[in-house]
T-cell receptor, first 112, second 111 residues
Framework: GGIITQTPKFLIGQEGQKLTLKCQQNFNHDTMYWYRQDSGKGLRLIYYSITENDLQKGDLSEGYDASREKKSSFSLTVTSAQKNEMAVFLC???????????FGPGTRLLVL | QQKVQQSPESLSVPEGGMASLNCTSSDRNFQYFWWYRQHSGEGPKALMSIFSDGDKKEGRFTAHLNKASLHVSLHIRDSQPSDSALYFCAASEPGYQNFYFGKGTSLTVIP
C-alpha cells in the first residue's frame, strides 16, 4: 500500500496573499490531481498531471497555479486568496488513465 | 451544468436496512463510473468501479450500470452505522484523466 500526505493540514491566509499547498505520494503513481471541495458542490478538478513536469488544466484552474517537479510531489498555489474563501483542497493520485484515484486527507483553507 | 447528478441529497436508513443511491450522467461519452465514500474529516476512498452494463457486487455493496440510460446506482445491504458518510459518484471518458464528480449523497445509518 501507499499513502498521500498533504501539508499543511490547515491554512489560514489573508486576502490577496499567495498560498502554496503541497502533496506527496509514495504509490509511485504517474498521475496526480488537485480538487477543490466546497460544501454542497462536490469535488471540482483544478489541475492534473500525467507525468513529471506535465500540467493539465481542469475546469476550475483560474486563480491557481500548479507544479509537478518530481513524480512523487504535486504543489498547488492560490495566486491571490479571496476574502471569505473557505474550502478543502484534496490531492489524489492514480496509476494511469481510468484507474482508481487515491486521495489525501485534505488541506482546509480559510481566508480572512 | 453539472455533468453528474446524484440523488437523493441525503438519506437515512435504519441499521440493517438497505440504502440505495442514484447517479445520472448528462454526457454520453462517459463510459467509466466509480463510487467513492468520504467520512467526515477524511479524503474520499474508492468503494468500487463499474465499467460494464449490469451488476457488480463487492461484499455488502452492489453497483448497477445502465449505459443506455446513463444511470448508475449503489445499493448497500445490511447498512451499518460506520456506513454513515458522504457518497460520491464519479465518471470519465475513455482516454481522458478528467474526472467529474457529483455533489454527493449524505447517508446516515440510524442505530
Amino acid at each position: 500500500g501507499g499513502i498521500i500526505t498533504q501539508t499543511p493540514k490547515f491554512l489560514i491566509g489573508q486576502e490577496g496573499q499567495k498560498l502554496t499547498l503541497k502533496c506527496q505520494q509514495n504509490f509511485n503513481h504517474d498521475t496526480m490531481y488537485w480538487y477543490r471541495q466546497d460544501s454542497g458542490k462536490g469535488l471540482r478538478l483544478i489541475y492534473y498531471s500525467i507525468t513529471e513536469n506535465d500540467l493539465q488544466k481542469g475546469d476550475l484552474s483560474e486563480g491557481y497555479d500548479a507544479s509537478r517537479e518530481k513524480k512523487s510531489s504535486f504543489s498547488l498555489t492560490v495566486t491571490s486568496a479571496q476574502k471569505n474563501e473557505m474550502a478543502v483542497f484534496l490531492c489524489a493520485s492514480s496509476l494511469g488513465v481510468q484507474d482508481t484515484q487515491y486521495f489525501g486527507p485534505g488541506t482546509r483553507l480559510l481566508v480572512l | 451544468q453539472q455533468k453528474v447528478q446524484q440523488s437523493p441529497e441525503s438519506l437515512s436508513v435504519p441499521e440493517g436496512g438497505m440504502a440505495s443511491l442514484n447517479c445520472t450522467s448528462s454526457d454520453r461519452n462517459f463510459q467509466y463510473f466509480w463510487w467513492y465514500r468520504q467520512h467526515s474529516g477524511e479524503g474520499p476512498k474508492a468503494l468500487m468501479s463499474i465499467f460494464s452494463d449490469g451488476d457488480k457486487k463487492e461484499g455488502r455493496f452492489t453497483a448497477h450500470l445502465n449505459k443506455a440510460s446513463l444511470h448508475v446506482s449503489l445499493h448497500i445491504r445490511d447498512s451499518q452505522p460506520s456506513d454513515s458518510a458522504l457518497y460520491f459518484c464519479a465518471a470519465s471518458e475513455p482516454g481522458y484523466q478528467n474526472f467529474y464528480f457529483g455533489k454527493g449523497t449524505s447517508l446516515t445509518v440510524i442505530p
